[in-house]
Structure formats: structure tokens, C-alpha cells
């Protein structure tokens, strides 16, 4: 198994909250990118990166922000937590871009009550 | 705007039968296919690819098919198993673009 840790495993805030998930890898995969998994729509990503501090918005990334400093931590925040971000998300990594299958950590379900 | 699509939410199909999930999209672009399967708390592991230049693809038990002109794949399972039960995903992606996008996925389930 890819070495991804994904921290926390579960979370429960309020709204107005900010929350940082955090994932870990020991791959040393150049992109790392988080997926947000929500009944009807399959993963859809938020944010992604190619490298230490290089970083790019996915196809729902209004109201996270990302960071990146060591190849080995991708952090995903969100700034004011909302309930429509009520979902589980996943980090995943690929050691080359486009169509690279992706490993992914085992997700972190978050509830923004 | 879900440009892959599966429109059959479960399956459910005898132990030692054919499983056929089905995956239609709709971006021409798209050049590399693939099939995640998920188990509940875990995350999606990498099942099979197929890229654009075939039209199909095996591994095993598992066997990808693409139609181009119709824009549709479909993935194989023979015999179907009851550890195969688990929630299917087909995802597809252009190159040199990191945007892959997912279907809803498919809940397949296998009966001893």
C-alpha cells in the first residue's frame, strides 16, 4: 500500500470554524491533489500540487485553500467551514501528471454542523 | 457538468456470473481511462486503465472495453466473487491535464 496518512480520520465542527486536514506521504510522489466524495458525484478535486509550493485549483475549489512546504505534507484548509462542505475527503498522489492512476489515503469524514 | 458518467447506481449479480459496469462521457479530450473500486472507510484503490489507442484491456478477472465513437467503457468482471463486492468508480483524464474527473460510481454486489 502507498504510505498516505490522512489526519484526522473524522472530524465534527461548527459552522464559522476554520479546519485543516493534513496528508501525509513517504513516497516522494511529486503531485499530491485532495478529492471531496459526495453522494451523486462521485470525487471531484478541490486543489492539487506539483511540487513544494506550486499549486492549482480543481474543479471545486471555492472555499479551501492549500499549502504545500515539504514534499511530503499537503495541507487542505478551510477558512470559514460551511455545511455544504459536510463530506468525506480524500488526498491522493501520482508520481506524474495527467491520467497517472492515483494512490489514495483512507479519507477523512468531516461534519460542519 | 458531469462529463463521466455511470447511470446505474447498483448492480447485483450471483457469485461466479458476469459483472458489467457501465461508464459513459462526454469530453472528447479524454485519452486515459481507469476503474477505482472503494470499500466502505477506505479509499479508492486502482483496479484497470485502458488508454485511448485500445479498445480493450485485461487483467485477470478483470477485462476494460472501450467504445470511442460511442464514448462509452465498460468494465468486466468473470467470475464474479462476493470480495468484489464494493462501490465502482470509472475516472477519465486528458494528458498533461491533472484534472481527472469520476464518475458517481457503481455499487456492485455479489451473492454467494
Known amino acids: 500500500d502507498a504510505g498516505i496518512t490522512q489526519s484526522p480520520r473524522h472530524k465534527v465542527t461548527e459552522t464559522g470554524t476554520p479546519v485543516t486536514l493534513r496528508c501525509h506521504q513517504t513516497?516522494?510522489?511529486?503531485?499530491m491533489y485532495w478529492y471531496r466524495q459526495d453522494p451523486g458525484h462521485g470525487l471531484r478535486l478541490i486543489h492539487y500540487?506539483?511540487?513544494?509550493?506550486?499549486?492549482d485549483k480543481g474543479e471545486v475549489s471555492d472555499g479551501y485553500s492549500v499549502s504545500r512546504s515539504k514534499t511530503e505534507d499537503f495541507l487542505l484548509t478551510l477558512e470559514s467551514a460551511t455545511s455544504s462542505q459536510t463530506s468525506v475527503y480524500f488526498c491522493?498522489?501520482?508520481?506524474?501528471?495527467?491520467?497517472?492512476?492515483?494512490?489514495f489515503g483512507s479519507g477523512t469524514q468531516l461534519s460542519v454542523l | 457538468d458531469q462529463q463521466v458518467k455511470q447511470n446505474s447506481p447498483s448492480l447485483s449479480v450471483q457469485e461466479g456470473r458476469i459483472s458489467i459496469l457501465n461508464c459513459d462521457y462526454t469530453?472528447?479530450?479524454?485519452?486515459?481511462f481507469l476503474w477505482y473500486k472503494k470499500y466502505p472507510a477506505e479509499g479508492p484503490t486502482f483496479l484497470i486503465s485502458?488508454?485511448?489507442?485500445?479498445d480493450k484491456n485485461e487483467d485477470g478477472r478483470f477485462t476494460v472495453f472501450l467504445n470511442k465513437s460511442a464514448k462509452h467503457l465498460s468494465l468486466h468482471i468473470v467470475p464474479s466473487q462476493p470480495g468484489d463486492s464494493a462501490v465502482y468508480f470509472c475516472?477519465?483524464?486528458?494528458?498533461?491535464?491533472?484534472?481527472?474527473?469520476f464518475g458517481a460510481g457503481t455499487r456492485l454486489t455479489v451473492k454467494p
Open positions: 491522493a498522489i501520482s508520481e506524474s501528471r495527467g491520467g497517472e492512476k492515483l494512490f
Open positions: 513516497e516522494n510522489h511529486r503531485y
Open positions: 500540487s506539483y511540487g513544494v509550493k506550486d499549486t
Open positions: 469530453n472528447s479530450m479524454f485519452d486515459y
Open positions: 485502458i488508454s485511448s489507442i485500445k
Open positions: 475516472a477519465a483524464s486528458a494528458q498533461n491535464n491533472n484534472d481527472m474527473r
